[in-house]
């Protein structure tokens, strides 16, 4: 168990556990996954995955097989900043090849599109999400 300040007076914001994908905005903007565990998002068959997740708040994810069991877990916490995008073309980069010796993905991800899709389609909660208090 990690957490600055410790478990027994961890700094404010901060949780000594680690917790599903459970802040509210994020959860009703992104497509619901009912096979997968709670607060997961869909792995499409181009492998491309896609979710909407709370800003300055430090995260990691993993990969679940169909039971829920992690199968892959990031060994990293990030960061994302608010209107921050990021994207995967591979497992541990692309220089010239990938991993498996194959070219940089080229395909549009699949779950980008359906994510951006069922956002502008109002069922994201709408702009709601990307207030920053800046519109007032």
């Known amino acids: 168990v990690r957490g600055i300040?410790?478990?027994?007076n961890p700094r404010p914001g901060r949780r000594v556990?680690?917790?599903f994908l459970h802040d509210a905005a994020a959860v009703a903007a992104n497509p619901p996954h009912?096979?997968?565990p709670e607060g997961s998002a869909a792995i499409f068959p181009d492998g491309s995955s896609a979710l909407f997740v709370p800003a300055q708040r430090a995260l990691s994810w993993q990969t679940t097989d169909p039971g829920?069991?992690?199968v892959v877990r990031e060994r990293f916490w990030l960061t994302f900043q608010p209107g921050e995008i990021r994207v995967c073309d591979g497992c541990h980069g692309i220089n010239?090849?990938?991993q498996a010796g194959?070219?940089?993905?080229a395909q549009a991800p699949q779950a980008l599109l359906a994510l951006l899709q069922h956002w502008s389609q109002g069922?994201?909660?709408g702009d709601g999400l990307f207030a920053d208090s800046f519109e007032n």
């Open 102 to 105: 194959q070219a940089p993905a």
């Open 5 to 8: 300040g410790g478990s027994s």
């Open 68 to 70: 829920g069991d992690p």
């Open 96 to 98: 010239r090849l990938g």
């Open 34 to 36: 009912p096979t997968g």
């Open 17 to 19: 556990l680690a917790r």
């Open 123 to 125: 069922q994201g909660g």
